[in-house]
């Protein structure tokens, strides 16, 4: 009877290792906070794609849109850890969100497994061509010459947009409006019209206009010039270092996914980023490609939640 109770033991220890070493075995379901066509979306299918071929399983994506991503995130943290959910992970739902809203219905250091940063895209900073100022230092001096009368749009409340506005007026003792809009494409349609006279947005959605002198960059973020715009300098360049921080797109899991499956999910996206295709493709949304460990990524996440908890309680942004 102990020989048949050991043996039983002994399996049960033995059949989670046998599951984790055939994982995957079925179709894996990605979740992406955001709706189809935005830049987490075609991210986040390009990389789905990529997992298909190195993991040999379907990778299928399903978009949970709502409340800033915090409605797909809470939908990752609350799946089963078995490693068959996983989901796209940003900037705005890992750091600005939790940095910005009141409360969340989880904690992203806490009821998130990361499993690796896919890519950083440049954050820019954008003015109307009418704007009397053709650098950064002549449009701090312009602004500083008229408190309160220039605007920035952003896509929304405690969106990359408002916190890079608030912490551009922390770091140059400036003081513009913000005003913000229900999305990226309504805030940029103004910025171009004139309505507003700067916008903070993420390279990708920005450039063409940038390009075709519909708006002027004065900056960017990064470790060097983005080869499309070489004239615009990097936030870093200009002393603005506080604003020189990217947007990122990782892949996360629940928590509690056992390591290792977020171990192999973590092998299989770094060999998904080493295709040159796929850097052909991620390069042509602007996204520089990291493809980090699961503990880089998660201090990662740490550091910029740090970031934007402090921009926010300077800016005094709390949201419900």
């Not at 506080?242 to 797109?249: G, I, K, Q, V, Y």
């Not at 503990?295 to 419900?320: D, M, P, Q, S, V």
Request: charged letters at 15%; glycine letters at 10%.
């Amino acid at each position: 009877m102990n020989v048949a109770v050991a043996l039983a033991a002994l399996l049960s220890l033995c059949a989670p290792t046998r599951a984790q070493d055939a994982y995957p075995s079925k179709t894996i379901t990605m979740i992406v906070p955001f709706p189809a066509g935005g830049s987490t979306d075609v991210i986040g299918r390009l990389v789905a794609d990529g997992l298909r071929t190195v993991l040999g399983q379907s990778v299928v994506v399903d978009n949970r849109a709502g409340a800033g991503g915090s409605l797909g995130t809470a939908a990752i943290a609350k799946a089963l850890p078995d490693g068959y959910t996983i989901g796209m992970g940003t900037a705005s739902t890992l750091a600005i969100n939790p940095a910005t809203y009141k409360s969340l219905p989880f904690d992203v250091l806490q009821d998130l497994a990361p499993i690796g940063n896919i890519a950083a895209v440049p954050n820019i900073m954008s003015v109307h061509p009418g704007v009397k100022a053709a650098t950064m230092a002549e449009f701090i001096t312009l602004a500083k010459s008229q408190p309160g009368q220039l605007s920035y749009a952003s896509p929304g409340y405690g969106s990359v947009g408002h916190l890079l506005g608030e912490q551009f007026k922390l770091a140059t003792g400036t003081n513009i409006l913000h005003v913000p809009y229900r999305g990226t494409g309504p805030a940029l349609n103004d910025a171009i019209g004139g309505q507003v006279q700067v916008i903070y947005d993420n390279l990708p959605t920005s450039l063409e206009l940038v390009k075709s002198d519909k708006l002027r960059g004065l900056a960017l973020s990064g470790d060097k010039r983005v080869t499309a715009l070489l004239d615009v300098p990097t936030f870093g360049e200009l002393g603005l270092d506080d604003l020189n921080w990217m947007a990122f797109f990782g892949l996360i899991a629940p928590k509690d996914t056992p390591a290792p499956i977020v171990r192999r999910l973590n092998e299989a996206l770094v060999r998904v980023l080493a295709m040159p295709e796929m850097r052909e493709k991620l390069g042509a949304q602007q996204a520089i490609v990291v493809g980090n460990s699961p503990e880089a990524f998660k201090a990662e996440i740490a550091r910029e939640l740090a970031r934007f908890k402090r921009a926010a309680t300077a800016a005094g942004i709390e949201l419900n």
